[in-house]
């Protein structure tokens, strides 16, 4: 089993759709991320859970809803989105929040038409 | 607020060695990393260097770290076409700071 697990691997939605992208870990870490990775733009990070408690949302538009049910699983809500929020979405994991390396999943690459 | 940089692209010709140098601002990181990033994939951590350690090798790789200049680069020796991806280093200390990624092109 690889690391970090993420699916769908692409998704196309319109501006008017409910979707979610699903991130699993199977390393035994605590801390859980979502990443923004933009065309041209630094990773942008956009929530961070650790031991399923939101420690982090850097300003990120309420459209996206993230979720964290257990230390394992992290989802990340999508609805009403805009076109200039098609990018690919990375989660991460790490084992201790501050003082481990992330590992990542291999992304969902997101088109909102 | 802390900044990593580096610099966008990088060829080299398959063989030779390449050097992807990164520069940061945070005074008081911890580890410093790199990482590498194929085409439809996502960041996959290739090495790290704890901020007291001057050099770490790991087989290819040699990564320097210069405290006082605060200035960190990888060292990939024999480079080869898998090798082609895009290199991003990044720094931590209550938070981790990517830089933009260096894309490295491979030359025959």
């Known amino acids: 089993e690889t690391g970090v697990t993420q699916t769908p691997r692409h998704l196309v939605m319109g501006m008017t759709n409910k979707k979610s992208l699903k991130c699993e870990q199977h390393?035994?870490?605590?801390?859980m991320y979502w990443y923004k990775q933009s065309a041209k733009k630094p990773l942008e990070l956009m929530f961070v859970?650790?031991?399923?408690?939101?420690?982090e949302n850097n300003s990120v538009p309420s459209r996206f809803s993230p979720e964290c049910p257990n230390s394992s699983h992290l989802f990340l809500h999508l609805h009403t989105l805009q076109p200039e929020d098609s990018a690919l979405y990375l989660c991460?994991?790490?084992?201790?929040?501050?003082?481990?390396?992330?590992?990542f999943g291999n992304g969902t690459r997101l088109t909102v038409t | 607020g802390e900044d990593v940089e580096q610099s966008l692209f990088l060829s080299v010709r398959e063989g030779d060695s390449s050097v992807i140098n990164c520069t940061y601002t945070?005074?008081?990181?911890?580890?410093l990393y790199w990482y590498k990033q194929e085409p439809g994939a996502g960041l996959q951590l290739l090495t790290y260097?704890?901020?007291?350690?001057d050099m770490k090798q790991d087989q290819r790789l040699t990564v320097l770290l210069n405290k006082k200049d605060k200035h960190l680069s990888l060292r990939i020796a024999d480079t080869q076409t898998g090798d082609s991806a895009i290199y991003f280093c990044?720094?931590?200390?209550?938070?981790?700071?990517f830089g933009k990624g260096t894309r490295l092109h491979i030359l025959p």
């Open positions: 859970y650790n031991f399923k408690e939101q420690t």
């Open positions: 990044a720094d931590s200390d209550d938070k981790i700071i």
């Open positions: 945070d005074s008081s990181s911890t580890y």
């Open positions: 390393l035994g870490h605590n801390a």
């Open positions: 260097i704890f901020s007291n350690m």
């Open positions: 991460a994991s790490s084992g201790d929040r501050l003082k481990s390396p992330l590992h």
